[in-house]
């Protein structure tokens, strides 16, 4: 039996989920690696799939479920988009371009007030998007912005495409659906390396915004058979709350993508949020140091590293065996950004970065 054959999902729903509308995006596969230094620091093997290299823009695990957004207001004859999140929000800037390479205006709603030209807010001001700011503070405060400008767009006769914070939604989540696809053929021909782990994975770990990329990774799981366990990080909301979101988004997805095997229930790690949602923690930023230095990969402040740290506590703490693939999922430009990336002193960007995007 072949490597591609084994990782093959159920003929049925594969089709099904094969046939919905998306447009090319991904520069797919990404790359799944091991990251054998880190593995040796942690005492357990380590595989690092790598969606900071999704090919548009800086990369990042948002491209993924734009192929199915954009295929989708190009499908209902739209011209214009409006989203929002935070002002150095990885998601909006990736549904910028998105947007921009299919001729599709985007609009964008940041909450709080004119941000820095740094980071994602100097992208999308390079490229001359529409960005309108709140005011408020408070997040939530971008769902009723959002909801303005597609009343002022309607009235002025354009057709716009909403799309809530982060583009959690069933159809954003498919794009973890076919990332875990992709995973599964990647993982089965690893196995068969003489130098990657033989074993598969016990666990696949990422850090948990709006909840669609777990949503989507559950449903994936669900579809391709996968072993592994689903383990968000929080780095937005109360884990209870991460899990009714995935619960729910997930549910959404396999009924879009006719994937009638049972989904497993949602597991969030709660306690990594730090100092609060989009500010960098310091176990974060050790994690993020640790990580660069044995591997050469950078992971964002406010998402990867928060995650990463969670995966290094639990294996020091005896608490996690057998392989385990941590999803790199980007945010490349907010390292540029407030936030950034700290030297051993915490001495450079310890603030509040604002990527605002509920965002994984």
């Known amino acids: 039996m072949t490597a591609a054959s084994r990782a093959a999902p159920p003929r049925a729903a594969g089709e099904r989920f094969a046939s919905l509308p998306r447009v090319p995006l991904v520069l797919a596969p990404t790359p799944v690696h091991p990251a054998p230094r880190l593995s040796n620091e942690l005492g357990v093997p380590i595989l690092l799939k790598r969606d900071d290299l999704t090919g548009l823009g800086l990369g990042g695990n948002k491209v993924r479920g734009l192929e199915y957004i954009i295929a989708d207001a ?19 800037m990736l549904a910028a371009l998105a947007c921009l390479r299919h001729g599709i205006e985007p609009h964008v709603v940041c909450y709080g007030t004119a941000a820095p030209n740094e980071g994602n807010m100097r992208l999308h001001r390079s490229l001359g998007v529409d960005v309108r700011f709140t005011g408020e503070a408070d997040r939530s405060s971008v769902d009723a912005g959002i909801e303005a400008v597609v009343a002022e767009l309607r009235a002025a006769g354009r057709k716009p495409y909403p799309v809530p914070r982060g583009g959690a939604t069933p159809l954003g989540a498919l794009g973890y659906v076919r990332a875990s696809v992709e995973l599964a053929a990647q993982l089965a021909a690893l196995g068969e390396q003489p130098s990657a782990p033989r074993e598969q994975p016990s666990a696949l770990w990422l850090a948990t ?14 579809l391709t058979g996968a072993r592994y366990a689903v383990i968000g990080v929080t780095v937005s909301r109360p884990a209870a709350e991460s899990r009714d979101r995935v619960r729910a988004l997930a549910t959404g997805a396999a009924a879009l993508g006719g994937i009638d095997a049972a989904l497993s229930a949602p597991t969030v790690l709660g306690g990594w949020i730090g100092p609060g949602y989009g500010a960098a923690s310091a176990a974060g930023q050790a994690a993020a140091r640790l990580v660069a230095a044995a591997e050469g ?4 402040p406010v998402f990867g590293a928060k995650a990463m740290a969670a ?30 990336f700290t030297g051993s002193d915490g001495s450079a960007g310890t603030g509040f970065t604002g990527t605002g995007d509920d965002a994984r």
């Open 74 to 92: 190009l499908r209902q004859g739209c011209d214009c988009l409006v989203t929002g999140a935070g002002p150095q929000s990885n998601w909006t």
């Open 209 to 222: 915004g709006s909840c669609g990329t777990q949503a989507g990774l559950l449903a994936g799981a669900a």
């Open 297 to 300: 990969v950078f992971l964002d």
């Open 311 to 340: 995966l290094i506590a639990e294996c020091r703490a005896g608490r996690v065996h057998g392989t385990q693939v941590f999803l790199v999922s980007g945010g490349a430009p907010t390292l540029f950004s407030g936030t950034g």
